[in-house]
């Protein structure tokens, strides 16, 4: 129970921070921590501790800001009074470095896929439905929106994989991440070397793979499909199209598209009547930026070695920005505008709102940065192994906190929209004790912080939640 006071003099159990029992109670009720410690049984092992609740804990700990094992896990620690002992350091790490080979990661992929399941019917049962994406004024109803981008993960030592990036002052890793749009999830992550190349196909389609089969089946009918310039490959989009028809599936795609001469050519023939106001992901133009289609203008080499029947390019024109001039064409420098396309199949013919939803891939930056914040930004471990499976932490704090703001949080404008690092701030350290009293164990609050009410009512809604079947 939660119980909101002033001093207490009697109270003991010191609890640093209350986001540690608030997250370790929604793992539980909300069924995380059961398919965690299913999928991790292994057979003639008898671990002293469940290794399904030592990567929730883990998960906790990056939650709350923790960016290594040992910090996560005493971080977790600090609320032993409430939740019991926890796993040491030393366990956990054996547990990434030994334990979670191949076979257990698919196991645990299998069992996270297991429980979307369940949370996504909860979400499907708010009153306001399943999330959709909005852009521009238009509501793309029933449609999973899958965001795929690559980010760079620096290191400042030998790690296996680690090498010189594309940004040449950036030695590191350069993972590909898929995230879903409609809830803010990363579904995927797939660590390469730093020096894999960003329009590698078989890399894009290997971790979209992964993120699809996180999908419930019921939401795989109807799949669009984001990314920038490095999705434009005729390889991924082929597969898309075909994955699609063989599964009696609708799925499309918006990609960035190269500007080649040909484009600029094009660009170039078009009128300027033709040309229509840009409008922003919110649905306000943008000042001196214009869209056009130049499928028409553009020999695009459909078919079976080219292009998947069915793409439409659409142009962007805009102010060329001076950190773009130098790498900017001799025509775009004498027009001082910005030449932009995108690669897509979606319905419909309104290209303005089309670029618009394009452009609303930009927020994956903001779901990378999240993962980055919840323990993307420092890989902890030599191996490339065990850094994989470190990723599994990450992708399930991220899903942690995602389903902890759509279906807990959503009561509060500002929190159901927060920040891992606003969450923390707000809500998660808040100090707390636990008290006996009368036969019940409660964890008291301090009556005056501005955010206790909203714990508590949290901490009710957690309580109340189905137990999971």
């Given amino acids: 129970m939660v119980d909101r006071t002033g001093d207490d003099r009697r109270a003991t159990g010191l609890v640093p921070a209350a986001g540690v029992p608030l997250l370790r109670l929604f793992a539980e009720k909300s069924g995380v921590r059961g398919h965690a410690s299913t999928a991790l049984l292994a057979p003639g092992f008898h671990p002293g501790r469940d290794r399904g609740q030592v990567l929730v804990d883990v998960a906790i700990g ?3 800001g923790a960016t290594s094992v040992s910090a996560a896990m005493d971080t977790t620690a600090g609320a ?6 926890v796993a040491s350091g030393v366990t956990a790490w054996r547990l990434f470095s030994d334990e979670l080979d191949p076979v257990m990661l698919g196991r645990l992929a299998r069992s996270r896929a297991a429980h979307r399941r369940r949370m996504w019917s909860l979400l499907a049962a708010r009153p306001g439905g399943f999330p959709r994406v909005s852009v521009a004024g238009h509501v793309w109803d029933g449609w999973i929106v899958l965001d795929v981008d690559a980010s760079l993960v620096e290191s400042h030592s030998e790690k296996e994989g680690a090498a010189a990036t594309y940004k040449k002052h950036v030695f590191g890793l350069h993972p590909i991440l898929v995230t879903c749009a409609n ?9 390469r070397p730093g020096n894999a190349g960003s329009n590698t196909a078989e890399d894009h389609i290997t971790v979209l793979t992964e993120a699809i089969a996180q999908l ?22 082929k597969w898309i199209k075909e994955t699609a028809a063989k599964d009696g599936h609708t799925w499309h795609y918006s990609v960035g598209f190269d500007i080649t001469q040909p484009i600029r050519d094009a660009i170039v023939k078009v009128p300027k009547k033709v040309w229509a106001c840009a409008i922003t992901p919110e649905g306000k133009v943008r000042d001196r930026a214009y869209v056009t289609e130049l499928t028409g ?3 695009l080499n459909r078919g079976q070695n080219g292009w998947p029947d069915g793409i439409r390019v659409i142009a962007r024109l805009e102010p060329l920005h001076p950190k773009h001039r130098k790498n900017a064409s001799e025509i775009e420098k004498r027009r001082g ?13 309104h290209y303005p709102r089309q670029d618009a939803f394009h452009r609303d891939h930009a927020d994956v930056e903001s779901v990378i940065k999240e993962g980055k914040n919840l323990g993307l930004r420092r890989l902890p471990f030599y191996a490339m192994a065990a850094n994989q499976a470190w990723c599994h932490a990450v992708m399930l704090a991220a899903d942690l906190l995602a389903w902890l703001r759509l279906l807990i949080l959503d009561h509060h404008p500002d929190l159901r929209t927060a920040t891992p690092a606003l969450l923390r701030r707000l809500l998660f350290q808040i100090p707390a004790r636990l008290v006996r009293r009368a036969r019940k164990r409660l964890i008291r609050l301090c ?3 501005p955010h206790t009410a909203d714990l508590i009512t949290a901490w009710n809604k957690i309580r109340a939640l189905a137990a999971p079947s």
């Avoid at 032993?80 to 002992?85: D, E, I, L, S």
């Fill in 447 to 449: 009556a005056d912080h």
């Fill in 183 to 191: 809830t803010g999830e990363i579904l995927a992550i797939l660590l």
């Fill in 80 to 85: 032993t009074a409430v939740t019991g002992a």
């Fill in 297 to 299: 203008l553009l020999d």
């Fill in 62 to 64: 990056l939650a709350m």
């Fill in 337 to 349: 505008q910005r030449f932009q396309a995108v690669a897509h199949d979606l319905p419909g013919h």
């Fill in 216 to 237: 419930p089946a019921r939401y795989r009918r109807k799949i669009i499909f984001r990314c920038d310039g490095a999705g434009a490959t005729k390889d991924l989009l």
